[in-house]
């Protein structure tokens, strides 16, 4: 069912402009915008996916990935169809792209009060959109997280970082912790693999690093169009230089899907080199993601190199930590805000 859309403007001749994302997409009566699930009805904006919830699972927080937020705790993780993207890599490309390709939406009506309600009986801390591209129901994510935090749950967006500042704005208050992809660093690999922009994204996420949410990066490291030392240099040097060296860093292996099926996986030892670039750059928490089983998914202290957050995989197999802080050195790992109950 369609329902009314939030952040747009009329236009003249009964045109909107939806304003969510860095597309601010001109839209026509009886069209929707390049995501698929917001459209023109008479000169109105509508959104058709706040009662399409696809995606629904209970989550160890560190899938996400977070790793420092919250560590240890369980996520109520939702996801709707649709995404303002359209990467040829996409791992969730039966969820977010049917919409934009062949126009249908499939979901279920689930009030995000229920969502809430399913979350605490679980046990979750948290609520986190995810999945497809929650910028696309913003709806939907206001409100469930609206409920949310009056349950005394947090939120967490799991996103491509390619929204409209305003969008931002109006989130802020509502979202607590934030995984962003950064996919790349040229606007081409942007352009032709994504359909999108580089900027809005970098612009974005020193937005986000000043609005003061929890924020990790990722990076989907994929052999020959992101891998070269120049590329994942320039981007260990933006996280230091716009988010800050604590800022951790997520670099992951691709394995072929969608339009790339064919396309080669990527080598743990890129991953290392990334991983490495990263340090050398002066991050100071660089993780390898997809490859379960590596070290390099410990947490270390910066400080004096003891591992203070043991891994495998998305579980935790023990901490040297005493109120977020190494027990070896005292060093500060976990602000005291972003504590699980078990680290
Ligand atoms: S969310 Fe983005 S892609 Fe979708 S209609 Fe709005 S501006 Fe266009």
């Not at 995501?35 to 629904?56: H, K, P």
């Not at 693999?193 to 996420?205: F, G, Q, S």
């Not at 169009?225 to 292996?253: C, K, M, Y």
């Not at 990527?266 to 490859?291: C, S, Y």
Request: charged share 20%.
């Amino acid at each position: 069912m369609a329902t009314p859309a939030l952040l747009w403007k009329a236009l003249d001749d009964h045109d909107v402009q939806c304003q969510l994302c860095a597309h601010s997409c001109r839209i026509k009566p009886g069209q929707r915008g390049r995501c698929g699930v917001r459209e023109n009805q008479d000169g109105e904006l509508f959104t058709l996916v706040f009662d399409a919830v696809a995606a629904l699972n209970l989550d160890p927080v560190e899938k996400k990935p977070l790793f420092h937020f919250l560590p240890g705790t369980t996520t109520l993780s939702l996801g709707t169809p649709g995404c303002n993207l359209a990467c040829a890599f996409c791992q969730n490309a039966s969820l977010s792209q049917p919409p934009r390709e062949t126009g249908l939406i499939r979901g279920d009506r689930v009030p995000p009060k229920e969502l809430v309600r399913t979350a605490l009986r679980l046990g979750a801390a948290s609520m986190a959109y995810t999945y497809s591209e929650p910028t696309v129901f913003y709806e939907l994510m206001r409100e469930t997280a609206t409920a949310a935090l009056d349950a005394g749950l947090k939120n967490i967006i799991v996103s491509n970082g390619f929204q409209s500042p305003a969008c931002l704005d109006v989130l802020n208050g509502l979202i607590q912790a934030a995984n962003i992809d950064l996919k790349a660093f040229t606007d081409r690999f942007y352009h032709e693999v994504c359909a999108a922009r580089l900027k809005p994204v970098l612009t974005n996420l020193a937005h986000i690093r000043r609005l003061g949410w929890h924020l990790e990066v990722t990076t989907l490291v994929i052999p020959d169009l992101n891998d070269s030392d120049q590329e994942l240099t320039d981007i260990a040097r933006f996280l230091v230089r716009e988010l800050g060296a604590d800022t951790p860093w997520h670099v992951s292996g691709f394995h072929g899907c969608h339009r790339m099926a064919d396309h080669p996986s990527t080598p743990l030892d890129t991953l290392k080199r990334a991983h490495d670039i990263g340090r050398a750059e002066g991050l100071r928490h660089v993780f390898v993601g997809n490859v379960p089983g590596s070290d390099l998914e410990n947490t270390l202290c910066p400080d004096c190199g003891q591992i203070v957050i043991e891994r495998m995989g998305f579980a935790i197999r023990r901490t040297r930590l005493t109120k977020g802080c190494c027990n070896s050195c005292g060093a500060t790992i976990i602000k005291p805000e972003h504590l699980g109950p078990n680290v």
